[in-house]
């Protein structure tokens, strides 16, 4: 599909059809999750793709499903046929940064004034969101309040934390997020020319 | 351009072309930030698209372009014929957690297990960088040791904290950055299915 149709035409679906999905699109869209930068090329991403069903009824329950369900939206969690994990170490990175050719003048650690790890996984995240558009699939993306709970369930390394997870399915009539309602901001209030404000 | 293709071509390039960028292709660029998602349809992000010479050769300097120039790579962020600047505000976020629809079953605000501005700032990034790849040309990525320095020089809001600076422009050869000499992460030891490390 084309970039331009592809970046257009995501938004979070919150229910999907009981169609399976095919291994083939789930193997690209995990896989475009390494595709995102990664400060220092520390590579500290990891990708759970879940089809079982056990697990993503657990997960479903750890996401606070019932909640979901008695607000009135749809079973979509435990009813996507696959869910995608994306996982982060910020161990990796300080490991990274602790490398000779990554020390600050002094010779000495750097300060992280800005935390990679979380906007590296975003960038993930991203490509994961946009790559499930190009497979004609729909995506949907929810935190848990239960983080060491998701970890534990999948399994993850000591070091890894699970950035939320990844609804993936085909599209089914949803219900609209009541976030929505919010009025959209402007262009011109995000988008600003050289300092912020000035064109304002 | 396919989707496919912008997603495989995408890499930082460290060395740009003084031909100039199109207007429409830095418009598109910078509106695709906004294309990301934000938890709870926060819409805090911002976006700076500099141009002005003296405001880049500012950020170059903030960004330690002389230790680049110095340790043998271009000065390729003074120039980059367009900067393009990504910031975040928390307390946004914060506040929108506070409105009564997100607040948690006993009526508290929730806490944050993940900070999501910063993934949100990552997904935001991620679009900014495939949308450059998309409109043919070459983007690249820093952070700034003084996060307030840059702040300031862009005269953003006390609550938006810039993430880093996109560097645009046409692709001139490059050093490659010696972070790409680590060995490069298998799809196996990064991708797994239903647990962490069944399928290993």
Redesign the interface.
Known sequence: ????Q???R?R?VRNYTDQSVDEGALD?I????????S???S?A????????SQ?RSDIAHLAGEE?YVSAGFDPWISGAPAHIVISVSETVYRDRYAEP?KLG?DGQV??W????W??????????V???AV?EDLAAG?L?????PDLANT????DD??P??VVTIGHPAPDRR????D?P??T?GS?????????DD
Chains 1, 2 share one sequence.
Do not use: C
């Open positions: 599909m084309d970039f331009s592809v970046l257009a995501r979070m690209r995990a896989a475009s999750a390494l595709r995102a930068p400060a220092g090329n590579q991403i990891g990708v759970v793709v879940v089809t079982d697990v909640g050719d003048p750097i300060e004034p800005i935390p990679y979380w906007v590296d996984a975003g960038a993930a995240l991203m490509a969101l946009l790559t190009d993306f935190g848990v309040h239960s983080v999948l399994r993850l390394p890894h934390i950035i939320g997020s009541g976030s929505l919010r959209k901001k262009k995000a988008i600003h020319r050289d300092h912020w404000g000035e």
